[in-house]
């Protein structure tokens, strides 16, 4: 197969900070989006409506997903791990992954280890209203979730909800919460 930045060299850049693999997934990923594209105009397309070409499809969607993988490395760097944790709280490794499966702990999963946002702790507790919060947040993207907590809000004034939380703050957290996705 040919590599990615063979095709498009203005994407190399894109893929710089990503680890071997998942350049490689990418790569793969656009290749196939790119294989997949290379159809004629659909017929129900009026000829005044322009069709962008395959290789600007699978270039935006490459962008994509280079985006998509560059914040999921933000979010690994911004946490912490099972030790970390256990350290910070006071507890043992196992009386982490003990709440953590209760949903105690805000988690997810980074290649085969839990990684726990270090926004969710003020010092050596969990943040007031951080899992009701959580609790509150529609069931969709576990990573655009932990990422829902440090985007600004129109809800909150354009401010975050970890700035809210830390006012206390919660019921208004709460309620922008129950709002994402009900537009």
Do not use: C
């Amino acid at each position: 197969m040919t590599a990615l930045t063979d095709r498009l060299p203005d994407l190399a850049g894109l893929l710089d900070n990503l680890a071997d693999t998942e350049r490689r997934e990418l790569e793969d990923a656009f290749l196939r989006v790119l294989a997949l594209s290379q159809r004629a105009r659909p017929t129900a397309l009026p000829d005044q409506v322009p069709a962008a070409e395959p290789e600007q499809v699978a270039a935006a969607r490459a962008r994509n997903l280079a985006r998509a993988a560059q914040v999921r490395a933000d979010l690994v760097r911004d946490s912490l791990s099972t030790a970390e944790v256990a350290a910070r709280l006071g507890i043992s490794p196992a009386a982490v992954t003990k709440r953590r499966g209760k949903d105690d702990l805000v988690a997810f999963r980074h290649r085969g280890d839990w990684r726990y946002p270090h926004w969710q702790f003020t010092g050596d507790a969990l943040t007031d209203g951080v899992l009701d919060v959580w609790h509150a947040l529609p069931e969709r993207s576990l990573v655009g979730r932990v990422r829902w907590f440090t985007l600004p809000s129109r809800q909150l004034d354009d401010e975050t909800p970890l700035e809210r939380l830390s006012r206390g703050q919660v019921d208004a957290v709460i309620e922008a919460a129950t709002a994402v996705g009900s537009r």
